[in-house]
């Protein structure tokens, strides 16, 4: 929160067209109203000590011990001759009437210090910098502020400094080393006007923090100014005029920087007692945000309290001014410059380490706003859609307190947006405007001046153009790196540079609800790791008795799934096109007969590694065994992944149905097979049109039209469970599906959808084995645990996982 209306230094807007003193040579200069002259700067960091000059709108500026003395006796009553004779005897050197002339001319003139020739006010134009503090709202006018802020200045005694500050230190402890704020954060959130209370004394604390710095400088001597409200950066924030505090030596300007730290020490003291005295463990939240609000007002890279601290230490004012001259200086060529020399040695030192850490610091902060303005749009706008829903529901229950912080969460989302477009678009608008006057009337300059502008709105556009992936919100399980932060603009390696036998970190999603592994209680877990050398071949959608079609190219960091084996079946989808959608399915219908080892695969799996498309794989497999059999082991296998996926949805179902038989099926039972099969085969072949939702239950209903044709078959008089071999397993009926997006979506687009890819024929029911066992029927559904959620269901906490040799 700034504390101070304005800095020290010659920056300030000129009086339109002011007449010039050599037209006028009988003019008697006379100061214009309201300047008043604070004198030389103690403990400044220059070898020559600075004057200070305030206008009369609170300006402060810096002058030369010369300048100083022209304005000095500038008071309406000599003339520019006695002028220079006054500006002789305090400098030390002959000053000429000439030379006061210009002095007025070129330098006090345009700094709006002295009255125009015509006797009239200059129109002067305050200092307005980039990182200053916008939309200002005045409270209180400096008379008012006097008398409000007069009480406290009594509690910078040296005693009670000492006091407030061991207090302090030992509640810091104490919350956070011993209490904690476990119960603190469940009461405060389980209790919106509790909630609505520590927020109420967060703002106070705020405004009650300028109190502290007015009160200092009224301590030291100095005359508070006006207080207010604003906007800084991108928060609102308070302000309070201590710029007289300028006439105060160092140790005063620095109580005065300070003061404002000292008042958040005693407002987190003053409620410490008061949780002593009420209980409210969530009043202790008001303890971390005054720990909080201390932490980053010592932020010296712009105009907190810090920055004024190192300031006022340094003896430097306005270290911003200092930027350009710092950096020029450091060139080879510049070295032995006069320029160079105007700071003393351990000020220059100072200055210059601030500079090489807040350019550098800014910069980056300014091209990540850039980069990830997008999605910071994205989630904001997602928060608050989230937040006007709780809204309504508050409303619609009449919980009033609820509705109010669901209205500051909606304001705390909005500020900060609009805080950055405004310093992105004021900055654009000032350097295109530094610009073309710099080149005005300069041809050349002015195209490369104009080259440079295309080429910074042609950046902008490139990195805010919406690409499906631009504008998505930020989920929780991303890390927000550097790295991740500038996917947008920086390629990204295809590779993942984990390897067997190493380790590394990476995201994992966790299913909500479920355990999380620990280091004492680990759990199994698949890392996918690139295979070396070109991928396994395979085919998509392949089945027993269909053969794989052109795979696509591979480029997921796992290998293909192997092809599978006799009997077996198998459904690959694989979409590596943007905006495409690619189906795979695999039907069949398999007998085993009578001693027959039963351990035919059922497989789905489904990869996408693209932008906007999706990738479908169902696999359904009946088998039928007929007889005894010793060994059934029947596997019913899916997966589905995205790698490097926007926008996308995979799904993987691989649906199962494993059946014992005494014997075979009669004519009747086998004809209605027939034709119920050939029916699946028909609706695998139109499955691109069904939602995804219904899938699972129409292979569902299908099992059980197969399960009860075997069942009814006139010759199963032994149909009972008792009749599965003894040491076999019971026979099985199983599903397994997965499914990841990256958006919510329930249904792959039917209508208009180009063509599937790689779909498999359903194959028609093989001639069962001739046997003269009746048919048995003992059927066990055992769903299994799908191969990759993939996150289907809503993407749980991101852990780190290591990859095991």
């Not at 006007?388 to 529901?393: E, F, I």
């Not at 009337?441 to 690409?467: F, H, S, V």
């Not at 080892?597 to 169902?618: H, K, L, P």
Request: hydrophobic share 45%; aromatic share 6%.
């Amino acid at each position: 929160m700034s504390h101070a209306a304005g800095n020290p230094g010659p920056v300030a807007g000129p009086p339109s067209s002011p007449a010039s003193l050599a037209e006028h040579p009988q003019q008697v200069p006379a100061r214009a109203q309201g300047v008043q002259l604070l004198g030389q700067s103690e403990g400044s960091g220059y070898r020559e000590a600075p004057s200070l000059v305030r206008r009369s709108d609170g300006q402060t500026l810096q002058l030369t011990r010369l300048l100083y003395l022209v304005l000095e006796a500038a008071d309406g009553s000599r003339n520019v001759e006695e002028i220079a004779r006054h500006a002789s005897d305090g400098s030390g050197r002959l000053v000429s009437a000439g030379n006061v002339r210009t002095l007025m001319d070129s330098q006090l003139l345009p700094l709006g210090l002295l009255r125009l020739t015509d006797g009239s006010e200059p129109e002067v134009k305050k200092a307005d910098p980039l990182l200053g503090m916008r939309f200002r709202y005045t409270v209180t006018d400096p008379e008012r502020t006097r008398r409000i802020t007069a009480p406290f200045a009594a509690l910078f005694n040296p005693f009670l400094v000492a006091v407030v500050t061991a207090a302090f230190l030992s509640t810091c402890w104490w919350v956070l080393m011993v209490k904690g704020l476990g119960s603190a954060t469940h009461e405060a959130f389980a209790n919106p006007p509790l909630l609505l209370l520590v927020f109420a004394i967060t703002i106070l604390s705020a405004g009650f923090h300028e109190f502290g710095h007015a009160a200092a400088a009224r301590r030291g001597g100095a005359t508070p100014g006006s207080m207010g409200a604003g906007l800084y950066l991108v928060w609102p924030a308070f302000f309070t005029d201590v710029t007289d505090s300028y006439r105060l030596g160092r140790g005063g300007r620095l109580r005065t920087d300070l003061g404002g730290l000292y008042f958040n020490a005693i407002i987190a003291v003053a409620v410490m007692g008061l949780w002593w005295a009420t209980g409210f463990d969530a009043l202790l939240l008001v303890v971390v945000t005054q720990i909080l609000q201390m932490v980053r007002q010592l932020l010296p890279l712009v105009r907190f309290d810090g920055y004024h601290i190192l300031a006022d230490a340094a003896g430097v004012p306005d270290l911003f001014q200092r930027i350009k001259p710092t950096l020029l200086g450091l060139l080879p060529w510049n070295w032995g410059k006069p320029e160079n020399r105007i700071l003393k040695p351990w000020a220059r030192a100072v200055v210059t380490a601030w500079v090489l850490v807040t350019v550098p610091l800014l910069l980056l902060s300014l091209a990540l706003m850039v980069i990830a303005l997008p999605r910071l749009l994205a989630t904001a706008w997602d928060s608050a859609s989230r937040q006007q829903d709780l809204l309504a529901g508050s409303l619609s229950v009449g919980d009033l307190a609820g509705a109010a912080v669901r209205v500051l969460a909606i304001i705390a989302v909005a500020l900060p947006i609009l805080g950055m477009l405004y310093i992105l678009l004021r900055l654009l608008r000032q350097l295109v405007t530094v610009l073309l006057q710099k080149t005005r009337g300069k041809t050349l300059q002015r195209t490369a001046a104009m080259g440079a502008i295309a080429a910074l709105l042609a950046g902008l556009a490139w990195a805010w153009w919406p690409d499906g992936g631009t504008y998505r919100p930020v989920q929780p399980y991303e890390r927000g790196t550097l790295e991740d932060v500038t996917t947008s603009v920086l390629p990204q390696s295809s590779k993942i540079m984990l390897r067997a036998g190493g380790s590394g970190r990476t995201v994992a999603l966790w299913p909500a609800g479920v355990s999380r592994p620990t280091r004492e209680n680990p759990q199994l877990s698949m890392v996918l790791v690139p295979a070396e050398g070109p991928a396994a071949p395979g085919g998509s959608g392949a089945s027993a008795t269909t053969p794989a079609a052109a795979p696509p190219s591979w480029v997921f960091p796992f290998d293909r799934p192997a092809v599978p084996e006799e009997d077996g079946n198998q459904a690959l989808a694989v979409n590596s096109t943007d905006g495409s959608v690619a189906y795979s399915v695999a039907f069949a219908l398999v007998w085993a007969e009578d001693g027959e080892t039963v351990d035919t695969r059922n497989e789905a799996y489904a990869f996408a590694s693209c932008t906007g498309c999706a990738a479908v794989a169902v696999g359904f497999q009946v088998v039928l065994v007929v007889g005894q059999t010793n060994v059934v082991v029947p596997e019913n296998l899916s997966a589905a992944a995205n790698y490097n996926c926007l926008d996308c949805l995979t799904y993987a179902l691989a649906s199962q149905l494993v059946l014992t038989l005494d014997g075979p099926l009669g004519e009747g039972s086998l004809a209605q097979l027939n034709a119920l099969w050939a029916e699946i085969a028909e609706y695998g072949r139109n499955i691109r049109n069904v939602p995804l939702s219904e899938i699972q239950a129409r292979l569902a209903e299908y099992k059980e039209q197969i399960t009860a044709i075997i069942k009814a078959d006139p010759s199963g008089t032994k149909a009972t469970g008792s009749a599965t071999p003894s040491g076999a397993p019971a026979p099985t009926m199983t599903d397994a599906a997965a499914g990841t997006q990256d958006v919510p979506a329930t249904q792959v687009p039917g209508g208009g959808a180009p063509p599937p890819a790689g779909t498999a024929v359903p194959t028609a029911p093989a001639t069962p084995p001739a046997s003269g066992a009746p048919p048995s029927y003992a059927p066990v559904e055992t769903p299994l645990p799908t191969a990759d959620t993939g996150g289907m269901a809503p993407p749980a906490e991101p852990l780190p996982t290591t990859n095991p040799s």
